[in-house]
């Protein structure tokens, strides 16, 4: 089955309101990474986070790992029409032969103006 | 622009036909990945290329063929698909950070109809 599983399934607010995701996982991990997927398009790397660490911030996205818990948020601030997408989080699990990742099945973020 | 380029990027084709999707990246990746994926449902990991050596196959049908030549190029042949293989196809290659870290850039993908 998929390890990462993410929570809500589908999330939707006003432009200029905060969003958060949220993924939870199985398995012991290198690190956990989080994708966006605009409509019909491939993944995007947005931002990776390693297992030592606890968050992590790049422009308006913050990401938390608890590696106790084996859960992970994401939050974009001030969120813009633009950041309409699918967001994955993906695991990098250890001893992961060919550098696989795990995909969970993703947050669909419809953001409205 | 990710640097991983897909053709073609929209195919329809019958359950009888022969055809082949191909992923090219110039990035200096070692290892490229093929995805399937289905409306909503998870990315399906299909197959990994490590050194264009094929370092899994996550059982799937004889119907897809992986093939890798080199470390840029990457194809997957088909042939006598069903209507249910319809989805969009995700290839990727992976880039090697510090420490022993991997992430992976993807190409826009192949929207595959069989009719």
């Known amino acids: 089955s998929q390890q990462g599983e993410e929570d809500p399934q589908a999330l939707s607010i006003q432009e200029g309101e905060n969003a958060t995701m949220n993924c939870s996982y199985k398995?012991?991990?290198?690190?956990l990474q989080w994708y966006r997927q605009n409509s019909g398009r491939g993944l995007v790397h947005l931002i990776l986070?390693?297992?030592?660490?606890r968050e992590k911030h790049s422009g308006r996205l913050r990401v938390t790992l608890d590696t106790s818990k084996k859960s992970s948020s994401l939050l974009i601030t001030a969120s813009r029409a633009a950041d309409t997408a699918s967001y994955f989080c993906a695991t990098d699990p250890f001893y992961s032969e060919g550098g696989k990742l795990i995909f969970g099945q993703g947050t669909e973020l419809s953001v409205k103006p | 622009e990710t640097g991983v380029t897909q053709t073609p990027r929209h195919l329809v084709m019958g359950m009888t036909n022969k055809k082949s999707l191909k992923c090219e990246q110039h990035?200096?990746?070692?290892?490229m990945y093929w995805y399937k994926q289905s409306a909503k449902k998870p990315l399906e990991l299909m197959f990994v290329y490590s050194l264009e050596e094929r370092v899994e196959n996550n059982s799937v049908p004889s119907r897809f063929s992986p093939e890798c030549p080199n470390s840029s190029h990457l194809f997957l042949h088909l042939h006598t698909l069903q209507p249910e293989d319809s989805a969009l196809y995700l290839c990727a290659s992976r880039q090697r950070l510090g420490g022993g870290q991997n992430i992976q850039y993807f190409g826009a993908g192949t929207r595959l109809s069989v009719l």
């Open positions: 986070i390693r297992s030592n660490e």
């Open positions: 990035l200096g990746h070692n290892a």
């Open positions: 398995t012991s991990i290198n690190n």
